[in-house]
């Protein structure tokens, strides 16, 4: 896959900062202060206070959270897997190093320890300084935040999962074997019998090319294998997917409106409606048989 990127954002001169996503689209954000930037082992970190959509995290030049709307994806790659088991207890995040993931996990009183395996130091560190709306996790005494690769961890933990979200970057740099077959034979060793996966599935616009491939390789290991979509304003286009699969569960008919109702949580994009509404796909996508 081809990626171009503006690491040296320049914004001081011109005030505006501009992701471009695979050589097509640009997405430009007003800036009103730069307020980190580095270069990791990984990959560039940069946070920038932004107009519009408030401080933004970009890793490589691409976004990755903005306090304006993180609420979506963060509420839609937690809340959905945790309603669908009967009673998560714990949960590993691979990735996440902003803390939104973490965050929403641990609002479930059911969960008693989330394990967060983030890769880059930098990332935490520059979320816990600037974006404290997500970061704010990093002091729950519930989670248990490594700084390791999230392959190596799922190929040789001894421990046991419930509940496994994967929060990473796009398929490139340190987050490419993410979309493996072998990562995704390694974390069904890891989940309990009526374990859950759920991952950042990509654009259905934008990369047909990796959901296509991530939904294969979720299908030829798992029993049942959906797709859900939200809408958000960070990634582009807008229409972005999460992956669900499970060897036991079925996320809309093993899934019951009152266990929202009765959490007693509160929400601003998911809801009980939503959960089911979102894995109805539109008709481009079905077409695919991304499902199973
Ligand atoms: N919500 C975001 C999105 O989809 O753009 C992702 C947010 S989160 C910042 C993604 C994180 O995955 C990054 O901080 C990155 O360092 C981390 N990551 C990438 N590869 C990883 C790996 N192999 N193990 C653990 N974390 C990884």
């Known amino acids: 896959m081809s990626r171009e990127f503006?690491?040296?954002?320049?914004?001081k001169a011109?005030?505006?900062?501009e992701e471009i996503h695979e050589g097509i689209l640009g997405m430009r954000y007003r800036v009103r202060d730069v307020l980190?930037?580095?270069?990791?082992?990984?990959?560039?970190?940069?946070?920038v206070d932004t107009v519009g959509h408030g401080k933004m995290l970009f890793n490589d030049g691409l976004a990755m959270v903005s306090e304006r709307d993180e609420f979506v994806y963060h509420e839609m790659i937690s809340h959905v897997p945790l309603f669908v088991h009967p009673n998560p207890k714990k949960v590993l995040v691979i990735g996440g190093g902003d803390g939104g993931t973490a965050?929403?996990?641990?609002?479930?009183?059911?969960?008693e320890k989330c394990v967060m395996v983030e890769i880059d130091e930098m990332v935490v560190n520059a979320c816990k300084e600037h974006?404290?709306?997500?970061?704010?996790?990093?002091?729950?005494p519930k989670l248990d935040l490594k700084i390791e690769d999230g392959v190596k961890f799922v190929?040789?933990?001894?421990?046991?999962?419930?509940?496994?979200?994967?929060?990473s970057t796009d398929p490139i740099g340190p987050a490419q074997p993410l979309f493996s077959?072998?990562?995704?034979?390694?974390?069904?060793?890891?989940?309990?019998?009526?374990?859950i996966v759920v991952s950042q599935a990509e654009s259905p616009y934008y990369n047909v090319v990796q959901q296509n491939s991530l939904m294969e390789i979720l299908k030829s290991q798992y029993e049942i294998v959906?797709?859900?979509?939200?809408t958000n304003l960070t990634y582009p286009g807008g229409l972005w997917s999460f992956s669900f699969a499970s060897n036991t569960l079925h996320p809309v008919n093993d899934y019951s409106e009152s266990r929202v109702e009765s959490s007693g949580l509160d929400f601003d994009y998911y809801n009980k409606e939503l959960h089911k509404a979102c894995f109805c796909l539109p008709s481009f996508q079905k077409k695919r048989n991304l499902t199973k």
């Open 36 to 47: 980190f930037s580095g270069k990791s082992e990984y990959q560039s970190v940069d946070v």
């Open 181 to 195: 077959k072998e990562f995704y034979g390694n974390v069904k060793k890891i989940l309990n019998t009526d374990g």
């Open 6 to 11: 503006t690491p040296d954002f320049n914004v």
């Open 14 to 17: 011109n005030n505006w900062i």
């Open 155 to 167: 190929e040789t933990t001894q421990e046991k999962f419930d509940v496994v979200i994967v929060d």
């Open 131 to 140: 974006i404290p709306v997500t970061s704010s996790v990093f002091s729950n």
């Open 103 to 111: 965050r929403e996990v641990l609002r479930h009183s059911s969960v």
């Open 226 to 230: 959906q797709l859900y979509n939200f």
